[in-house]
């Protein structure tokens, strides 16, 4: 099944941020992060923590009138955006970056949105 990004507005897109943003913002993220130790926050908790935001962010946006499609929307272009950066990057670099992510993959941030996504669609 596909999601089309069909006629997403800046607005569409805009929301899916500041929704994600303002999750982390209300449910303390960098408060936990503190509290949790640096390293293990960092390395473990916090891509949880975005999955988190990526989900109430999504909700948020789309509470308020914006198209739910616009979050995966966000993360195809952050994808590919990120791919170019990182294709640019010497090899040890990349292999440093890639290990030491504070996010999940965008990959898997948009396997973890469709559900969510399709079914705010049809709702």
Not at 10 to 22: F, N, P
Not at 68 to 90: D, H, R, T, W
Not at 113 to 120: D, H, I, M, N, S
Request: with cysteine; proline share 3%; net charge positive.
């Amino acid at each position: 099944e596909t999601i089309s990004y069909k006629d997403l507005t800046k607005s569409d897109l805009i929301a899916a941020v500041l929704g994600h943003e303002m999750i982390h913002a209300d449910a303390r993220h960098q408060g936990y992060t503190l509290e949790r130790g640096i390293f293990l926050a960092l390395i473990r908790d916090r891509r949880e923590l975005e999955l988190e935001a990526d989900k109430y962010g999504l909700q948020l946006a789309a509470k308020n009138g914006f198209r739910p499609e616009a979050s995966l929307f966000f993360l195809e272009v952050a994808k590919i955006e990120l791919g170019k950066q990182l294709n640019s990057m010497p090899t040890s670099v990349k292999k440093r970056l890639m290990n030491s992510r504070t996010h999940p993959t965008c990959t898997n941030r948009q396997l973890a949105l469709f559900e969510p996504v399709k079914a705010l669609i049809k709702s």
